[in-house]
């Protein structure tokens, strides 16, 4: 690895970390085109290192989302109790059966573009009521589901959950810090499973450790930093973020997926 690849990690780390940490969505989601298209890190190493990189870029943001009082409640304790079991089968499958990163790409778009449309419409106006908040139930059924595909490709459950969230209802100050919380806890279980298939299986398994490292340490300082922004944004524009991240993330998959 050069010089120059290590201060683009670095520095694209840093800057997702900034938009993304406010509405609860881990750097790791935009990070993964980045890491495959311009970084030009392999497959499926790309995923343990994107969970590479959310460990280390996690504890920026929670740390000044726990100095606000933003990591109290319930909601955290079911995203990690549903995602940590996900996380794990999605890496199993990541190294044994996943037919690939174009298919990925393609139904991610199709999941992720409807609901970042849907949620900048409802943040757009000022009339739209929120649906009744998810059941407890239902919310730890969406974690194993959301954190399966996490483990799969390392973009972090909370980046498909959080939309999801927020457009039943629930506050983004109670989304972010959760969904992060959540990311944090499934990336390390999801790193070390990956750890223990690297020494069983054959093929580029293990992360990219020096880049994972650099890019992690540009997210924990981008993470407080757009943490801190959090408290002073509005809800109607942080709801608006997290569609415009969803709606520009399934745009980034459609274009990738659909090119040779």
């Not at 943001?61 to 089968?89: C, D, E, F």
């Not at 059941?135 to 959301?146: C, E, F, K, P």
């Not at 959950?161 to 972010?176: E, F, K, S, V």
Request: hydrophobic residues 50%; positive net charge; contains cysteine.
């Amino acid at each position: 690895m050069t010089w120059q690849t290590g201060l683009a990690g670095f520095l694209a780390g840093l800057l997702i970390s900034i938009v993304t940490s406010p509405a609860g969505v881990s750097g790791a989601v935009f990070l993964l085109p980045v890491q495959l298209s311009v970084l030009h890190v392999p497959n499926p190493a790309v995923t343990p290192t994107n969970l590479l990189f959310n460990v280390v870029s996690g504890p920026g943001a929670l740390a000044r989302y726990r100095r606000n009082g933003q990591l109290t409640g319930p909601l955290a304790r079911l995203m990690i109790a549903g995602s940590v079991p996900g996380v794990v089968i999605g890496a199993v499958v990541r190294v044994f059966a996943i037919p690939g990163p174009r298919t990925f790409r393609l139904v991610a778009a199709a999941v992720l573009l409807p609901l970042g449309l849907w949620l900048c419409a409802r943040a757009l106006r000022p009339a739209a009521v929120d649906r009744p908040a998810l059941s407890r139930r239902t919310i730890l059924g969406l974690s194993l589901a959301t954190g399966t595909v996490g483990g799969v490709y390392g973009i972090g459950g909370g980046s498909i959950l959080g939309p999801i969230l927020a457009g039943r209802g629930t506050p983004m100050t109670r989304i972010a810090p959760a969904a992060l919380a959540s990311t944090f806890v499934t990336s390390i279980a999801g790193a070390a499973t990956y750890g223990v298939l690297a020494l069983t299986t054959g093929g580029d398994v293990a992360p990219h450790w020096p880049l994972g490292l650099l890019c992690g340490a540009g997210g924990l300082v981008g993470g407080y930093l757009g943490a801190r922004l959090q408290p002073r944004l509005p809800e109607k524009s942080l709801r608006l973020l997290l569609g415009a991240l969803a709606t520009a993330l399934a745009v980034v998959y459609l274009v990738q997926g659909l090119t040779p």
